[in-house]
């Protein structure tokens, strides 16, 4: 209700562009201020616990990888050091500091304004007691330091360069953050998925506390992916299946295998980031799936019933990875990827795929089929059981 009592009524256009037109450049300023990030630190990066810090860092790490184009042969280093502070590293030629503006503009673009590309880069520098950030740029080393988001000096050419990339430093601020601590355990996980996830790239994880280097590098991609998390397992078949393709503004891999297990496990990652909920392109994975097996069990195996698509997928590992400039999440979480063009392009390469494979490798088929028959027979049989309990 309005202060005289009644409804509140739609604004008209012409009110409403006077209202927006009477915001000043101070109110839109505060939100692009590294102040703004310092008062509401869980706008950018979810809240100030350890997931939160460790959000930050490991999005840096992606945002690294996004600036650039293909990279494989490059390398991606994250160092903690015995104060706390945390630095990353590329050696990726960019294209972000280049052009006639100086890098001192450059630099304050991409580190001081919070923009999506480089959103908890800007918010690192802004949750940190300090931040260098440094460049090799045209054959020098540039250098810009911050004290809690606010650049201290104009910065500028420091030395010579020693190659090409990016690097930024920082100390993540105590009075923000319930604990500055960071955990191994937690980077190397996420390391070892960037590295699945961009072949060729070498990652290292340097803990100058421990005195430990590890290094995750996999040129087999995302069909070593599959390798790493069967592990372990007994499987259907010899091999990895594997695809990619562009299609549009949508690019994909895929990467399937089977295993003598009750267990699915289908993992969809969009710009390098986890869908946890999946969303089109697990529907199109498993659209593809079913189509192709029960058609060859319809053309080869007859007598038996078709299955569904949870017995043909009994048993599957499937990591998918798609890139594409405009993907749209359902939820504020960003949990499930709603682009419903990635359905229908996912369910075409992996039934392709299948086709291909199955052509070639018919006793691929035939494990594949027989398997997802026992799965839906086993099903049956435990569902009459269930009916005649008492």
């Not at 102040?35 to 979810?46: E, L």
């Not at 050419?157 to 690097?167: D, S, Y």
């Not at 289908?266 to 994975?285: F, H, Q, S, W």
């Not at 490798?361 to 997802?372: F, G, I, K």
Request: with cysteine; charged share 25%.
């Amino acid at each position: 209700m309005s202060t005289d009592g009644q409804p509140p009524r739609d604004l008209t256009a012409e009110e409403l562009a006077r209202q927006q037109s009477s915001y000043s450049d101070p109110d839109i300023r505060i939100f692009r201020d590294p102040a703004h990030i310092r008062m509401n630190p869980g706008m950018y990066i979810g809240n100030v616990r350890t997931e939160g810090l460790h959000a930050m860092l490991l999005g840096i790490v992606g945002e690294f990888l996004g600036s650039v184009g293909p990279h494989a042969g490059r390398t991606l280093a994250v160092t903690l050091h015995p104060d706390g502070s945390v630095q990353v590293a590329d050696s990726f030629p960019r294209a972000d500091f280049r052009g006639t503006r100086s890098l001192t503009e450059a630099f304050r673009e991409t580190f001081w304004l919070p923009g999506w590309p480089w959103l908890q880069s800007a918010s690192a520098n802004a949750l940190s007691e300090w931040c260098e950030v440094e460049a090799d740029h045209a054959g020098h080393r540039h250098r810009q330091k911050y004290d809690r988001g606010q650049p201290t000096g104009d910065g500028g050419i420091v030395g010579p360069a020693r190659g090409e990339g990016l690097t930024i430093s920082f100390r993540p601020d105590a009075s923000v953050f319930e604990s500055v601590q960071f955990h191994p355990d937690i980077i190397r996980e996420r390391l070892r998925e960037y590295a699945f996830l961009n072949a060729g790239v070498r990652f290292t994880l340097t803990d100058n506390v421990t005195g430990t280097i590890e290094v995750f590098e996999f040129a087999g991609g995302v069909a070593d992916f599959v390798r790493w998390l069967n592990v372990g397992s007994q499987h259907l078949h010899p091999g990895v299946l594997f695809t990619r393709g562009e299609v549009g503004d949508v690019r994909y891999e895929v990467a399937m295998q089977w295993c003598r297990t009750d267990e699915t496990i289908e993992r969809l990652y969009v710009n390098d980031r986890i869908a946890p909920l999946g969303g089109t392109p697990i529907t199109g994975i498993r659209t593809g799936v079913t189509r192709v097996v029960n058609a060859f069990i319809r053309n080869y195996l007859p007598d038996a019933a078709p299955a569904k698509g949870s017995n043909v997928r009994n048993g599957l590992t499937a990591v998918v990875s798609v890139r594409m400039t405009d993907p749209w999440f359902e939820g504020a979480t960003r949990s499930r990827l709603g682009n419903h063009e990635a359905e229908g392009i996912l369910a075409a390469a992996v039934s392709e795929l299948l086709r291909r494979e199955f052509a070639a490798n018919p006793a691929v088929a035939e494990q594949v089929a027989w398997a997802a028959i026992a799965d839906a027979e086993a099903e049956a049989v435990e569902k009459r059981r269930r009916k005649k309990k008492p």
